[in-house]
C-alpha cells in the first residue's frame, strides 16, 4: 500500500444515482428497445411471454410497492425497483398483482454469488393446482438450464437449441458490452404434485 499514488472507489448511489431502468430486453427471439413508456404492452409479444415477464419481475422480488405522495412507488433493491418501474411504466398495476404472492410462496432461494439467480416457487394464484419457478440471475449461467424458448408462434415455445443459445449469448454480450447490468429470467411450471 505504500507505492500508492491515487486511489478511486466509490459505491452505489454516491458516483451513481442507482436509478436502474430497462433499457431494452430480448423476448421471442428479438431484440426490443425499451424508447417509451409502454413499449411492453406495444411491442407484439404474445399474452403468455406478457403473462411471464410480470409474474417473473413481481413473484421474485424483494422490493415492495410503498404509497408515496399519492402515487405507488416501488422501494428496495435498485435492481428490482428498475424492474418494477418497467412494468409501472407499461400501466400494470404492480400495488395489486404483487400482493397475489402473499400466502403462495413455497420457496425461496436467495440470490448468492455462488449460484449468481435467486429463485421462487409460487403455488399459482391464477391456475390452480400449479406451482411456477421463477428463476432470475445471471443468463449465461441460467441458458444452459433452458431447453425451450418462448417464441410468440402460435405453440408458444420452440427446441432451444446450439444455434438458438448462440444468438441469445451474443445478444448478451452486446449488452454487456454498453456497460448494460443483463439479467435473465426463466421459468417452469409443474403441477403440485410433479411440485411435491
Given at each position: 500500500m505504500g507505492g500508492l499514488q491515487e486511489i478511486c472507489c466509490g459505491k452505489t448511489a454516491s458516483l451513481t444515482k442507482n436509478e436502474m431502468k430497462v433499457v431494452q430486453f430480448f423476448c421471442e427471439g428479438r431484440l426490443i428497445i425499451n424508447n417509451?413508456?409502454?413499449?411492453?404492452?406495444?411491442c407484439d409479444l404474445q399474452m403468455e411471454s406478457l403473462m411471464r415477464i410480470q409474474e417473473s419481475i413481481l413473484y421474485n422480488c424483494d422490493a415492495r410497492v410503498e404509497m408515496a405522495e399519492a402515487v405507488y412507488k416501488a422501494v428496495g433493491n435498485g435492481t428490482e425497483v428498475g424492474l418494477l418501474n418497467f412494468l409501472q411504466d407499461a400501466d400494470v398495476p404492480i400495488h395489486l398483482l404483487i400482493n397475489k404472492k402473499i400466502g403462495n410462496i413455497l420457496m425461496i432461494s436467495p440470490h448468492s454469488p455462488e449460484t449468481k439467480r435467486s429463485a421462487v416457487a409460487i403455488e399459482s394464484p391464477d391456475r390452480p393446482n400449479m406451482v411456477s419457478i421463477y428463476i432470475k440471475g445471471a443468463p449465461e449461467m441460467l441458458i444452459?438450464?433452458?431447453?425451450k424458448i418462448n417464441m410468440g408462434s402460435a405453440d408458444r415455445t420452440q427446441e432451444l437449441g446450439q444455434a438458438e443459445k448462440a444468438e441469445i449469448i451474443d445478444h448478451i454480450d452486446k449488452m454487456a458490452m454498453q456497460a448494460l447490468r443483463v439479467i435473465g429470467m426463466a421459468y417452469i411450471e409443474l403441477s403440485r404434485d410433479q411440485y411435491e
Open positions: 417509451r413508456k409502454d413499449t411492453l404492452m406495444q444452459n438450464y433452458c431447453a
